[in-house]
């Protein structure tokens, strides 16, 4: 059946197959099966590999079934059980009666490996995989070894709900509701709402108490076909990923903006939207979006057509925020500035991509002596390893938890100097006030670490940098539970005087009942009147041109 061996050869690359899934199967020539129904195959059973790969050790069928690879009993199980059109294959092929013989034992499995995980019914189990949450498992279980992961040792995660900004250059919160959810059920908690058991039946949605004009919906509600949504009324956009723009508080004494790494533009347009409602008059802050890529910089400028914030933003396509010489217009107008650089997206929660795929052992190394002489032979010894697959990390995808330790601390050691080297040419600006510096990433390195030097570098102190203190936060980040480590900054920091900017940092964690991704945002204020002199600091090190990223993990 070509759709389950063309699926089979791609679930796990080869050493020479580099790219995500999606460009794996759409790049592959030898396909006999429709790309599209491979590659939904393929994307399905991925999300669904450590759960299946239980199932289908402990029903033994690799063992039962000796023809059947371990890629091939994944997919087969997957249609067969979790499929509501089943095997895609004749009722009398070998393969599917190779696996529907054994599926009493197969369900039964499932259900085992349903409850061990918590949940009462498959479509609970459905959504929470459905929505990456299985795959953030495994990658926030680096230290777990596969087995406990497996086990289901890590304690249940929360789903990720769907959030939606209401843009308020276009509408409003009120008439959003009147309209695209009218008929909607408020649900008062954000935990009520995540109970898929609840949510399923009903429509739900939930008003966030942090930020102002977003909203939460259930995991799997669909309003991308709503005209609110087509016509840039709503914007999907994850909580965490509203906080800096919300955090940067923007006035009209502010003078203009820059969104340093603006690109695809979820912050830009919130900050347009913020600055078009704080505006007075005529004196609106205008927002400089720069954006390195100009591919990325396309995808940007669409978005900004798409809110309706054209009038607030000027798109700098292909600009190096580096190469902005501060003292030269723009920049140096500037008094607001929101840096959102590149980073290793580990706090992504994976919607979309899946990065690993576990498959089942086939751990016996004998088959089991046979009376026909064709069968004498041993059969090949197997590894009794699980078999994970490395998966190949695009820049712009989210590192994940299986990546060599060497690889990763060498990356972040060079993603958190990048990022450092950002923030000090943003305190550079002449006329800049206020900077918040945010990642998606979980890691300490791209986080506390990189706030801790910037306030110890030498241009912070002339020019009179410090945190934004919890207490002179705009009041939702000021009510915001979850702050920054503070044994993180005290590991890099000179003076050891850290409580308070650990307490100024602002973390969000995946998987909680917060339902945010994981992220991380901390901002920077001055009040001096000093100017930079002409030459800038930057141009007085002598520093190696930094050729950057080329790409950026979004934090959408
Ligand atoms: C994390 S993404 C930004 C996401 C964006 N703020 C949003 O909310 O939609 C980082 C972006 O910065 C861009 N970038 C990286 N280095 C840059 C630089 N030196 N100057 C300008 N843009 C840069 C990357 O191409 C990428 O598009």
């Known amino acids: 059946m070509s759709l389950y061996h063309d699926a089979a050869a791609l679930l796990v690359p080869g050493s020479d197959q580099a790219g995500t899934l999606k460009s794996r199967v759409f790049n592959c020539k030898d396909l006999k099966s429709p790309p599209?129904?491979?590659?939904?195959?393929?994307?399905?059973?991925?999300?669904?590999?450590?759960?299946?790969?239980?199932?289908?050790?402990?029903?033994?069928?690799?063992?039962l079934e000796r023809k059947l690879s371990p890629s091939l009993a994944l997919l087969l199980v997957h249609d067969l059980l979790l499929n509501k059109r089943g095997i895609s294959a004749p009722a009398s092929h070998p393969l599917r009666t190779s696996v529907e013989k054994h599926k009493a034992r197969l369900a039964a499995e499932l259900?085992?490996?349903r409850l061990k995980r918590g949940f009462i019914s498959i479509e609970d189990l459905r959504v929470y995989v459905e929505t990456g949450n299985i795959q953030t498992d495994h990658q926030g279980s680096a230290s777990l070894s596969h087995n406990e992961d497996r086990a289901g040792v890590a304690a249940r995660r929360w789903p990720h709900p769907r959030w939606v900004r209401v843009n308020t250059i276009k509408t409003s919160l009120d008439e959003q509701l009147r309209t695209t959810?009218?008929?909607?059920?408020?649900?008062s908690s954000l935990e009520q709402l995540l109970d898929v058991t609840t949510s399923r039946t009903e429509k739900l949605l939930h008003i966030d108490k942090h930020i102002p004009n977003l909203l939460a919906l259930p995991p799997l509600t669909d309003v991308s076909k709503t005209p609110a949504y087509t016509n840039g009324l709503i914007i999907f956009q994850d909580k965490a990923s509203c906080f800096p723009a919300y955090l940067l508080d923007v006035k009209p004494e502010d003078g203009n903006c820059m969104d340093a790494c603006a690109a695809p533009g979820n912050k830009t347009t919130h900050l347009a939207a913020i600055a078009d409602q704080r505006g007075v008059g005529g004196s609106k802050p205008q927002i400089y979006a720069c954006e390195r890529d100009k591919t990325r910089a396309l995808t940007l400028q669409q978005m900004v057509r798409i809110a309706g914030a054209e009038n607030h933003v000027t798109i700098k396509a292909g600009q190096d925020?580096?190469?902005?010489?501060?003292?030269?217009?723009p920049s140096d107008g500037v008094g607001a500035l929101l840096l959102d650089p590149?980073?290793?997206g580990s706090g992504i929660v994976g919607r979309d991509e899946v990065s690993e795929?576990?498959?089942?052992?086939?751990?016996?190394?004998?088959?089991?002596?046979?009376?026909?002489?064709?069968?004498?032979r041993k059969a090949p010894v197997e590894a009794s390893q699980p078999i994970v697959e490395t998966p190949v990390v695009p820049e712009e995808t989210p590192l994940n938890g299986d990546d060599s330790s060497d690889r990763l601390s060498t990356r972040l050691a060079a993603l958190s100097a990048f990022q450092l080297k950002l923030l000090l040419h943003a305190f550079e600006f002449p006329k800049a006030r206020k900077i918040t510096y945010s990642t998606c990433s979980v890691y300490l390195q791209e986080n506390e670490h990189v706030v801790t030097k910037a306030l110890e570098s030498p241009i912070a102190k002339k020019r009179g940098w410090r945190i934004l203190q919890r207490d002179q936060q705009i009041s939702g980040m000021k009510a915001w539970e979850i702050r920054g480590n503070s044994q993180a900054c005290r590991e890099v920091s000179e003076t050891g005087d850290v409580d308070q900017v650990a307490e100024a940092c602002i973390r969000c964690e995946k998987g909680t009942k917060e339902g945010?991704?994981?992220?991380f945002v901390a901002a920077f204020i001055r009040d001096g009147k000093e100017q930079v002199p002409q030459k800038s600091l930057e141009e007085e090190e002598e520093e190696e041109d930094w050729g950057g990223f080329s790409d950026g993990s979004y934090s959408l």
């Open 36 to 63: 599209k129904q491979v590659y939904a195959l393929l994307s399905e059973a991925s999300r669904w590999s450590s759960v299946l790969s239980e199932v289908v050790e402990k029903s033994q069928l690799l063992q």
């Open 111 to 113: 259900t085992k490996a």
């Open 181 to 187: 959810f009218a008929g909607y059920k408020h649900s």
């Open 321 to 329: 925020f580096l190469r902005m010489e501060s003292s030269q217009p």
């Open 342 to 344: 590149s980073c290793s």
């Open 357 to 376: 795929v576990i498959l089942p052992r086939s751990e016996l190394t004998y088959v089991p002596q046979s009376r026909s002489k064709k069968r004498k």
């Open 516 to 519: 945010t991704q994981g992220f």
